[in-house]
């Protein structure tokens, strides 16, 4: 039974690679001797067929593409969406934290993230109405309120819920540094095309212009990096904030120095440290750390 278990699992393996039948490659007599193989290698087996060779395929409304994710990338995704929920929501474990969004991979991502974070997660439908949205809200009694964006009908009733209106436009962030709005910044994740309008003192979305807003009045802004070309373009432009003042950054490394060799990611878990430390006007350090997981 064991050898038939294995030569099944082997099977579907070497089945998954060829674009031939099986039984056109392979005889039973050499299907057999890969049992050892199988046995052998399980943590091959399994990271290097579930994590680099198989995926999952997400339609971009946006973009009209189908994105393909690895699982690798998405579990990666998944384990920094943890560490942003636990270093954001204090004592997130049994909280309840609900989620309205339209279904995408970032739905995907933050779903498990919630949950494998601690928190009860709440899906709310984004087409109910309000008075049914609140009801719900009510019951629940969430310690944060999770979405995409998107206008449903009930954007201003959330922000009213929430007790903070977002900040989407270049008339709303302007005020946050002049009228002492806000002690510090943070933007997370900080792209590679968010690092270059900052190098450039470009100041033309809300991200960057409340960026400039804030450091009028000398408060910090600290930057959680993450982008595929840190060590590449977007590393000239790093180097240049670093000499700037009252720039600040969450502690950063590799996150697949494998695959993407440039590619740099924040540790989120670091961030209400780097926050802290920015208000004081120091760096926390080190900045620079071993490959991150998450």
Not at 11 to 34: F, G
Request: aromatic share 8%.
């Amino acid at each position: 039974m064991l050898q038939k278990y294995c030569i099944a699992l082997e099977d579907i393996v070497y089945w998954a690679q060829c674009d031939a039948p099986l039984h056109e490659r392979t005889t039973w007599e050499e299907k057999a001797m890969m049992k050892v193989k199988v046995l052998d290698n399980v943590y091959d087996l399994v990271t290097l067929n579930m994590e680099q060779r198989f995926s999952e395929r997400f339609y971009n409304k946006d973009t009209d593409e189908v994105t393909v994710v690895h699982y690798k990338d998405y579990a990666r995704d998944i384990r920094r969406a943890v560490s942003c929920f636990q270093s954001t929501i204090p004592d997130i474990k049994g909280k309840k934290i609900c989620l309205l969004n339209k279904n995408s991979y970032e739905y995907a991502v933050n779903t498990f993230g919630i949950i494998l974070a601690g928190g009860v997660l709440v899906l709310l439908n984004q087409h109910k109405s309000w008075d049914e949205l609140s009801y719900e809200l009510e019951l629940v009694e969430p310690a944060a309120i999770l979405t995409d964006g998107d206008d449903y009908g009930t954007k201003e009733q959330l922000e009213a819920a929430a007790g903070y209106p977002v900040l989407d436009t270049l008339q709303a962030v302007e005020p946050l540094g002049p009228r002492r709005l806000a002690q510090a910044l943070v933007v997370a994740p900080c792209t590679g095309a968010t690092l270059a309008r900052l190098a450039a003192g470009l100041s033309d979305t809300p991200v960057t212009l409340a960026a400039k807003s804030l450091l009028r009045v000398g408060s910090p802004v600290v930057l959680a990096v993450s982008t595929n070309d840190g060590l590449g373009a977007s590393g000239e432009n790093m180097a240049r904030l670093c000499q700037r003042k009252h720039y600040y950054f969450v502690p950063y490394g590799q996150d697949d120095p494998v695959t993407k060799p440039q590619s740099l990611k924040a540790d989120l878990a670091l961030l209400p440290a780097a926050v802290d430390a920015a208000l004081r006007g120091e760096q926390l350090q080190p900045v620079l750390l071993g490959q991150r997981n998450a």
